[in-house]
């Protein structure tokens, strides 16, 4: 048998994995997912904005156009993150 698994199926407890690891693993692919979804959707929103005739380079006002338009959107990004913690612990908090 390979040892795709492995860990999972033998009997021992040498090399088996916890849950509190596997949910960290988890934690940390999720986290990656979605940066990876908002610099996905960053880039399409202010490549649309911005660049009206895609060439090889970037002239200034082009950007500027981006950098401004990538700080708006990491900044509602992070202010709706943070409110959707925040009620998150308030819904945990009456639970």
């Keep these: 048998m ?21 949910m960290e693993q988890v934690k940390v692919q ?10 996905q959707r960053m880039t399409d929103k202010c490549f649309k904005k911005c660049i009206g005739k895609p060439g090889s380079t970037l002239d200034n006002s082009e950007q500027k ?11 509602a990004w992070n202010t709706v993150s943070r ?4 009620r998150l612990q308030r819904e945990r908090a009456h639970i």
């Design 2 to 22: 390979d040892s795709f698994g492995s860990d999972f199926t033998s009997g021992g407890s040498a090399g088996k994995m916890d849950t509190g690891t596997i």
């Design 30 to 39: 999720i986290a990656v997912a979605n940066a990876q979804e908002l610099l």
């Design 65 to 75: 156009c981006i950098a401004m338009c990538m700080d708006r959107y990491m900044d």
């Design 83 to 86: 409110a959707y913690s925040s």
